[in-house]
């Protein structure tokens, strides 16, 4: 089979047409510049033999061919059907190819591969060394010359042990030499994609090597091989470079070692009550540049390739540092309170069914600033004792101000803190305080509290994620308690599931789920539905919602658009409102200074890894990271040797999930954050 498509260059930064070859004979598929080019060489060739062909999320026409070595093809198709020809010609013959390879045939490659060439000659220009003789800080490399069989009488596994521990010994070296290169040089720098690719698939292999001789050991009752502490005990491999022990450029240090102060437990540092008046206006607020920094996206799958695998639960996947949002995960719970002001407005109309469309505005319009970026990102992962504590200040509305005809407001009646310069009678609080309760599983409680409007809204949130093949999953599990004190009510509701797609290029993210918004008392429902792109056409990010009055089943209110961009409201009446939340000003939070703030609030807690992303510093932010991670880890063994539990401060377990521990109580007027 052969045809013309489109491929995406890495060289050329875009899209170029390229004829493609399949040899269904030889399992190999080869591309050239042009059709009459066929009987030259080709510019690129894989073997299909153990690729894995996978349509895109992207679009209708796109697919990508990951083969086996590591090389990743990303083409696109004229048409639907052209690209279904194409995937469904290519995986029948990666099948059969795939099965001649595991039941003992050979495949029938012609040539080697750029990358095998550019191992071949990192591991040929490796300096001799003499046997009696090691260079400090180098590999001694050894002979390609298979170990010598041994009698299996003491340790069956010896041999394979020995061809591991060798294969650690030449990955170390060939980063090494990947590592000494200029990062520009020509025609091969450190940066080279290939380069990246054969690193990282070098690790995965060793990694897949490590575990199943772990389970093979396990099955015989053996001691297990610790494959990974054979590499690291050799050499420290980060994703950025060496560490050294210097100090870095953002003021920290690049070393475990360098790094001042012993280990601090968080139950040793309590926290003390909470001083608002010393908090700043946060001068960051919601912008797209905090969640960027990343230039070259497409080397994320490169990293992820040596720790995913299919289904694999990634709580205790230590994810490349370089993917990482400026910011802890508490944080972002509280970057959802972008419009306090619709939040605020909520205890303050005439009526149920207003309260509820109001809770419904609120809820549909919060999560687009918390999510800004176009590449898909993830915060920190909050260690154990980890808090955050913010507040918001929204000017109240002059009392000529009417409040009562929610269901034909416009947007622009929701007036922001920022735009409110005149009519207003002083200022309402809201004040925000979140603690990571649990590290096994990762479970984040927060509380949101406005004494003045009498109401609250707890919750605590387990999130559980999964690598899919082609995207990565995370699960809010939990439940959220909005209480409107002065109404006697409460709306419980949950927060949806977000995907990062197409992580073999250029990863996005969206949102997939089925919510419900129940409020018992007034006997009102919403089941809100955040739609996943369908895998032919349609749009992103695309939401719908129904409001109805339980008793009668009544619809009041149908909602369709998209969570960030137009939402349109139709209530019974058959009146419409639109709302375009970019429109939407976003009131931003306040928050202490970091040098005011205690060792485990978020930001001083996190403050050398944001420095070191700040400036691209991926070796020193992976390096703090590391810190931050091993002292949450001697801390779990710490508890766990002396039988004691963590004592959370702000939370405690309530049935199942985790309570505020002084919620507010009707008629307090001054509160308890």
């Known amino acids: 089979m052969?045809?013309?498509?489109?491929?995406?260059?890495?060289?050329?930064?875009?899209?170029?047409?390229?004829?493609?070859?399949?040899?269904?004979?030889?399992?190999?598929?080869?591309?050239?510049?042009?059709?009459?080019?066929?009987?030259?060489?080709p510019r690129g060739y894989v073997h299909l033999a153990g690729a894995v062909i996978s349509p895109s999320d992207e679009d209708s026409q796109t697919f990508s061919v990951s083969a086996a070595n590591g090389e990743i093809y990303r083409l696109k198709a004229s048409s639907t059907k052209e690209r279904q020809l194409w995937i469904d010609k290519l995986r029948t013959t990666a099948e059969f190819h795939t099965n001649h390879m595991t039941s003992g045939g050979q495949q029938s490659v012609r040539r080697e591969s750029r990358s095998s060439s550019l191992l071949k000659t990192l591991t040929d220009v490796a300096p001799p060394k003499k046997k009696t003789?090691?260079?400090?800080?180098?590999?001694?490399?050894?002979?390609?010359?298979?170990?010598?069989?041994?009698?299996?009488?003491?340790?069956?596994?010896?041999?394979?042990?020995?061809?591991?521990?060798?294969?650690?010994?030449?990955?170390?070296?060939?980063?090494?030499?990947?590592?000494?290169?200029?990062?520009?040089?020509?025609?091969?720098?450190?940066?080279?994609?290939?380069?990246?690719?054969l690193k990282a698939t070098s690790t995965a292999t060793l990694s897949s090597l490590g575990q199943c001789l772990r389970m093979l050991q396990h099955q015989q009752g053996g001691a297990s091989y610790d494959w990974h502490e054979s590499l690291t005990s050799q050499r420290h491999v980060s994703i950025g470079g060496s560490v050294e022990d210097h100090p870095s450029r953002n003021g920290s240090f690049s070393s475990v070692t360098s790094a001042p102060g012993p280990i601090v437990f968080p139950e040793e540092k309590p926290e003390g009550p909470i001083n608002h008046t010393d908090e700043e206006e946060d001068e960051k607020g919601y912008t797209d540049d905090d969640l960027e920094g990343v230039e070259e996206h497409k080397t994320i799958i490169l990293h992820l390739l040596s720790q995913l695998k299919l289904g694999m639960d990634l709580t205790k996947v230590v994810?490349?540092?370089?993917?990482?949002?400026?910011?802890?995960?508490?944080?972002?719970?509280?970057?959802?309170?972008?419009?306090?002001?619709?939040?605020?407005?909520?205890?303050?109309?005439?009526?149920?069914?207003?309260?509820?469309?109001?809770?419904?505005?609120?809820?549909?319009?919060?999560?687009?600033?918390?999510?800004?970026?176009?590449?898909?990102?993830?915060?920190?992962?909050?260690?154990?004792?980890?808090?955050?504590?913010?507040?918001?200040?929204?000017?109240?509305?002059?009392?000529?101000?009417?409040?009562?005809?929610?269901n034909v407001d416009s947007a622009e009646n929701d007036v922001s803190p920022q735009q409110q310069s005149g009519g207003t009678d002083g200022e309402t609080k809201l004040f925000f305080c979140a603690e990571q309760v649990s590290h096994h599983p990762p479970i984040s409680a927060f509380y949101f509290e406005c004494p003045e409007k009498q109401m609250s809204m707890n919750a605590s949130i387990y999130t559980?994620?999964?690598?899919?093949?082609?995207?990565?999953?995370?699960?809010?599990?939990?439940?959220?308690?909005?209480?409107?004190?002065?109404?006697?009510?409460?709306?419980?509701?949950?927060?949806?599931?977000?995907?990062?797609?197409?992580?073999?290029?250029?990863?996005?993210a969206e949102m997939g789920d089925k919510i419900s918004i129940t409020c018992a008392k007034t006997g009102y429902s919403a089941a809100i539905t955040f739609h996943t792109k369908p895998f032919?056409?349609?749009?992103?990010?695309?939401?719908?919602?129904?409001?109805?009055?339980?008793?009668?089943?009544?619809?009041?209110?149908?909602?369709?658009?998209?969570?960030?961009?137009?939402?349109?409201?139709?209530?019974?009446d058959g009146t419409k409102k639109v709302i375009d939340v970019k429109d939407i000003p976003i009131g931003k939070k306040r928050v202490r200074p970091v040098k005011l703030q205690g060792d485990f609030e978020s930001r001083r807690l996190w403050q050398h890894v944001t420095n070191a992303l700040k400036v691209g510093d991926i070796n020193t932010a992976s390096e703090h990271k590391r810190v931050l991670e091993e002292r949450q880890r001697e801390g779990e063994r710490h508890r766990k040797e002396s039988g004691t539990p963590f004592p959370s401060k702000f939370f405690h377990k309530e049935d199942e999930g985790w309570s505020y521990n002084n919620l507010l109580k009707k008629g307090d007027t001054k509160g308890t954050l």
Request: net charge neutral; proline share 7%; with cysteine.
């Open 319 to 406: 994810l490349p540092t370089f993917i990482l949002e400026r910011r802890s995960l508490l944080e972002m719970f509280a970057d959802c309170m972008a419009h306090p002001d619709m939040f605020l407005k909520i205890p303050d109309l005439p009526d149920p069914e207003s309260r509820m469309l109001a809770v419904i505005e609120w809820y549909l319009t919060s999560f687009h600033a918390a999510r800004q970026g176009s590449v898909a990102k993830k915060p920190y992962n909050p260690i154990i004792g980890e808090t955050f504590h913010c507040s918001w200040k929204v000017p109240k509305k002059s009392k000529n101000t009417s409040t009562n005809n929610s």
């Open 2 to 41: 052969e045809g013309l498509l489109n491929k995406y260059t890495n060289v050329m930064k875009g899209w170029q047409y390229r004829w493609f070859v399949m040899d269904a004979d030889s399992g190999m598929l080869e591309y050239f510049e042009k059709e009459e080019h066929k009987k030259q060489r």
């Open 464 to 508: 559980k994620s999964r690598f899919y093949g082609m995207s990565i999953g995370v699960n809010l599990i939990g439940k959220v308690c909005l209480r409107l004190l002065e109404h006697g009510e409460e709306y419980v509701f949950g927060l949806p599931s977000a995907y990062a797609r197409s992580i073999l290029t250029v990863p996005w």
């Open 536 to 572: 032919y056409g349609g749009k992103l990010h695309r939401v719908s919602a129904e409001v109805k009055r339980e008793g009668s089943g009544e619809v009041i209110c149908r909602v369709q658009g998209e969570w960030n961009s137009l939402l349109e409201f139709t209530y019974a």
């Open 133 to 197: 003789e090691v260079v400090p800080h180098e590999v001694p490399v050894k002979s390609h010359k298979a170990p010598a069989p041994r009698p299996h009488t003491l340790d069956p596994f010896r041999e394979v042990k020995e061809y591991i521990s060798e294969a650690n010994e030449y990955a170390v070296h060939l980063v090494d030499k990947i590592e000494s290169l200029p990062m520009s040089a020509e025609p091969i720098g450190g940066l080279d994609k290939d380069l990246l690719l």
